[in-house]
């Protein structure tokens, strides 16, 4: 698939989704995203539940116009954010089959269900809705994760009936993703994936810890990456969390489509750039040259550099600032240096995503397969 077509217009595949968690992309206007590649954005559920409220950006007029932004907006449930804040004891609170208790510390006891998860990602007004799911550590007992696909296939399909009854109230129906568990068990990934392909979704997502210790991708991406292709090749498969540019390129090689993850706005507001600095390669072997580093803004020996982030880089920070400059903002802790190198993140990454594009494109396209076919065989391609 190299697009996928929503109600805020067709979206090029791969794409990358930069979090705007509550509503924003961290220090930016969305205005300024299409300028540096953006294109889609990923909103949080629960977060945007809790402050304004789901029904407050309802009457605002949804997430668009909530946030100025025109093109496509996918709602991650937040039951990663819940069960997160669960484990690490901030909250307290449990899953079960009727979905996740919380209770911040002295407040009272609230519970998302699979129904609410649902209602509220329609009031939004997302394009892409996700189901929610059970997300454990890789470090979890055999019980934790047969917990974790239990309670995510039972509500998959509360969010599957939900969507569906909500499509009929309103006249719109919305695709909805649905996430792939199973830790680090080969059996058990396939057992979800399974009995998630019966109830039959638009699209899926790999759930759970994507990455090793060492940064690779774990065994089990590839995994989920198989099942979906031979079960429903043309649904489009998110990688959650999956950001780290080396990552992104082997997942794209694998299948995977859609891509969200705070490390390039985060990472630029922590004043660490990204820049090129050779061909791309799909992964990275030991003693390999990387193709991308970062470039520090503290370092003191960008104090008098006048040469710009990345030369060539068409993003507004590199046409106008110079290094110099930026370390500057950086040494005063002027907030500007924040938006400006977020900025050059992200077009590092929508560039990375253009590339990639082009590659599927081409890849895709019968006379350029024949001929690549014909160079990697010595064949000469069929007369058309």
């Known amino acids: 698939m190299s697009a996928l077509a929503t109600s805020h217009g067709s979206l090029a595949l791969p794409a990358f989704l930069p979090d705007a968690t509550r509503g924003v992309v961290r220090t930016v206007d969305a205005s300024e995203l299409r300028a540096v590649g953006i294109d889609a954005l990923c909103v949080n559920t629960w977060h945007l539940s809790k402050e304004p409220g789901a029904r407050a950006v309802e009457k605002l007029g949804g997430i668009h116009r909530f946030m100025g932004w025109d093109g496509p907006v996918l709602s991650d449930s937040g039951g990663f954010q819940i069960l997160s804040l669960l484990q690490s004891g901030a909250l307290d609170g449990s899953a079960s089959n009727k979905g996740i208790r919380w209770r911040a510390k002295g407040g009272e006891s609230e519970l998302l269900t699979p129904e609410k998860c649902i209602r509220w990602q329609a009031k939004l007004g997302a394009d892409l809705l996700v189901c929610l799911d059970h ?41 909805l993703l649905a996430v792939l568990q199973g830790g680090d068990d080969p059996a058990l990934r396939r057992e979800c994936a399974a009995r998630l392909f019966e109830l039959g979704f638009d699209g899926y997502a790999f759930g759970g810890w994507p990455v090793r210790e060492d940064g690779a991708l774990v065994e089990s991406v590839a995994l989920v990456a198989e099942l979906v292709r031979a079960a429903a090749p043309a649904a489009p498969l998110w990688g959650l969390g999956i950001g780290k540019p080396e990552n992104l390129v082997a997942a794209t090689a694998l299948g995977f489509s859609l891509f969200d993850c705070v490390l390039p706005t985060r990472d630029g507001r922590h004043g660490r750039l990204y820049v090129r600095r050779g061909p791309r390669s799909a992964t990275l072997l030991p003693g390999e040259a990387r193709w991308w580093d970062h470039v520090y803004l503290g370092d003191t020996k960008h104090a008098v550099d006048d040469a710009p982030i990345e030369p060539g880089c068409p993003c507004p920070t590199c046409a106008r600032h110079s290094l110099g400059y930026l370390h500057h903002l950086w040494q005063v802790k002027e907030p500007l240096v924040a938006r400006l190198a977020t900025l050059h993140n992200l077009s590092f990454y929508g560039r990375l995503l253009r590339e990639l594009q082009q590659e599927r494109a081409a890849a895709s396209s019968p006379a350029l397969s024949g001929s690549a076919s014909a160079a990697a065989t010595g064949e000469r391609p069929a007369a058309s």
């Open 135 to 175: 997300c454990t550590r890789p470090e979890e007992d055999a019980l934790s994760q047969r917990a974790s696909v239990e309670h995510t296939v039972r509500w998959a399909e509360e969010c599957k009936a939900t969507r569906d009854r909500v499509a009929e109230e309103s006249g719109v129906r919305r695709p």
